[in-house]
């Protein structure tokens, strides 16, 4: 699918097997074309083909000019606080809530602090304390045996199925371990 031609896009094809829609093979650019022959693209396929170099990521310049128009006038400023305090306050209950169980609580718990990163100082430097702390501790992990990576891993489903049962038991008024005791005494 051919994408539109932009203000800042090379208007060239490079990485198709048409070639180049300008017709000069590169030479425009300074001497060889993409083959690394000559400009006139003559000595196609025979040399090396040089990959495009990676495109910024466009879409973070856009977020933060669309921010500092927002935060540009007063009132855009204050709702953008309590529009970011509340949408990120309502990730990081969800994602606290959802720790004990298995899933993304983790995850969403980062990824609200992220949301508040966009807005206040101490949600950044909260951020960076826990990625950092977060890469350390895999790292680490990683770096154990086998055994001490399932001891690890055993604790976890031991603390897991803790909160679970505590939950079940003190919100719902379910006993799972009661019941399984029941069923088995009986069977």
Known sequence: MEQPERAGRPASDA???????????????????????????AGR?????????P??????????MTLDLIRANPTGRIALKIFIAIAGALVVTIGIA????P???????????????VEYHWARRLLGFTRRHVHGWTRWVTRQSLLVRIVLGSVGLVF????????????????????????????
């Open 15 to 41: 990485g198709r097997p048409g070639g180049d829609r300008t017709g000069g093979g590169g030479a425009g650019r300074g001497g060889a074309g993409r083959d690394g022959v000559g400009g006139d693209g």
């Open 45 to 53: 396929g025979v040399g090396t083909a040089v990959q495009d170099p």
């Open 55 to 64: 495109r910024d990521p466009r879409w973070r310049e856009r977020i933060s």
């Open 98 to 101: 959802l720790i004990p169980l």
């Open 103 to 117: 899933g993304p609580g983790w995850l969403l718990v980062i990824a609200g602090l992220g949301i508040w990163a």
């Open 160 to 187: 897991v199925a803790t909160v679970v049962w505590l939950s079940l038991k003190y919100s719902l008024g379910i006993d799972v371990v009661a019941k399984v005791m029941q069923y088995l005494a009986t069977h």
